[in-house]
């Protein structure tokens, strides 16, 4: 069963760059047809698509975010990484890893980070 | 950008109940690329439903999507207690960005 993982820092201060990892286990990222992505939710809200990466490096982003936003892969770690810079309260969020399925739907997630911006 | 709205926002009914929630794209859209999720407090979300109309995997079936063009719908035949929940449709056709619905609660009565 696939499972994926997000790690990083819970608080970051304003201004400063937010980066979190996901690591995959239970399949690999190189072997898999599908795309890897983040999505975020702000406590108490909505969905918010960040950007997505296939095992090549191909990166699709949210146009809303792409000035701030670079997502990576590393597939000798299994894992892919997402990178926010100038981060502000409005970034507070829940952050989830997701592998595409069919149709580009979401079928595996991660179970979130909360990532707070605050000085 | 495709816009997704969902409604009801909120919807009250009782175990035993039908559920139906509505999700309207604001361009038509292939049906192909609807999906619907399940999510509860503290959980990420749960795909249940991907092309408009396919269950995933171990999804019962009283969960059904159906729909095209704009407007869609995800249907509970009959609630059990671990549906009530808040649930979301989502859109991807190729292009960014990959959009979700607002979101509907559907809250016991």
């Known amino acids: 069963q696939l499972q994926l993982q997000e790690s990083g820092p819970g608080l970051v201060k304003p201004s400063e760059t937010l980066s979190l990892a996901c690591t995959v286990s239970g399949g690999s990222i190189s072997s898999s047809p599908y795309y890897w992505g983040w999505i975020r939710q702000p406590p108490g809200t909505g969905l918010e698509w960040i950007g997505h990466?296939?095992?090549?490096?191909?990166?699709h982003y949210n146009p809303s975010l792409e000035s701030r936003v670079t997502i990576s892969v590393d597939t000798s770690k299994n894992q892919f990484s997402l990178k926010l810079t100038s981060v502000t309260a409005a970034d507070t969020a829940f952050y989830y890893c997701?592998?595409?399925?069919?149709?580009?739907?979401?079928?595996?997630w991660g179970q979130g980070t909360l990532v707070t911006v605050s000085s | 950008e495709i816009v997704l709205t969902q409604s009801p926002g909120t919807l009250s009914l009782s175990p035993g109940e039908r559920a139906t929630l509505f999700c309207r794209a604001s361009?038509?859209?292939?049906?192909?690329?609807l999906a619907w999720y399940q999510q509860k407090p503290g959980q990420a979300p749960r795909l249940l439903i991907y092309g408009a109309s396919s269950r995933a995997t171990g999804i019962p079936d009283r969960f059904s999507g159906s729909g095209s063009g704009t407007d869609f719908t995800l249907t509970i035949s009959r609630l059990e207690p671990e549906d009530f929940a808040v649930y979301y449709c989502?859109?991807?056709?190729?292009?960014?960005?990959?959009?979700f619905g607002g979101g509907s609660k559907v809250e016991i009565k």
């Open positions: 989502q859109h991807y056709g190729g292009s960014p960005p990959l959009t």
């Open positions: 997701a592998r595409h399925y069919t149709g580009w739907s979401l079928l595996y």
């Open positions: 990466i296939y095992f090549t490096g191909t990166t």
């Open positions: 361009q038509s859209v292939s049906s192909s690329y």
